[in-house]
């Protein structure tokens, strides 16, 4: 934490107080027609792995200051459902706590249109619940583009974001050039990047990636906007 607090200071960025939130992170993952069973299966086995993986439960618990944690899923415009509501990570408990209530997770899909820009209202709104934390981020991840209702640019006009960072992980297999649209339509933020899972298969890999730089980098706004896959 020594080094990651001399560059904070470099940056002038405030650091928290000892013991206080340092990130609220919401994971918002697409449950609309295009994931199917076995895709989500996927998407909720390998959110389970990366919460139990040595390097990301160091990445959380090791600095003094904690995380907050809520996870969401959402496909239409009137669909989104928390699966973990807000947890404050403070121990290895309160990882196995999250980490078995979406392996538990038994629903999937609604057949329903993907609606990213009221995906991005939903997480906006439920910050109001988060603890006070220095940094907020929502990690969206999809495969597709918007098709119903107001586009990612329409939230943000529609709502204030203020300082909240947005983030994408793109999944191929589905449509062309969806690594662009979310660079292009639906990151936000300074250090804003979107992580890449080639097809539904490298999302473990890709998840895992994502939040090891969002607990790590992020924090610190030392992030670069780029791209990464593989």
Known sequence: MVRAGLLAVLAGIPLPAEGACRLALELAFDVSRSVDAADYSVQRKGLVLALQDPEIRAAFLGPEDHVAIAVYEWSGRRHQEVVVGWTEVTSEADLDHVAGVIAAREGWGYGLPTAIGYALEFGRQLFDEAPDCVARVIDVSG????????????????????????????????????????????????????????????????????????????????????????
């Open 143 to 230: 495969d597709g583009r918007n098709n119903e209702g107001m586009s990612p640019a329409d939230a943000y006009r529609r709502k204030d974001f203020g300082d909240i960072l947005v983030n994408a992980l793109a999944i191929g297999g589905h449509e062309a050039d969806i690594v662009a649209y979310y660079r292009g339509e639906v990151i936000r933020g300074r250090g804003a990047f979107v992580e890449v899972a080639p097809q539904h298969t490298d999302f473990p890999r890709a998840i895992r990636r994502k939040l090891m730089r969002e607990l790590a980098e992020q924090v610190l706004g030392q992030a670069e906007n780029v791209e990464r896959g593989g």
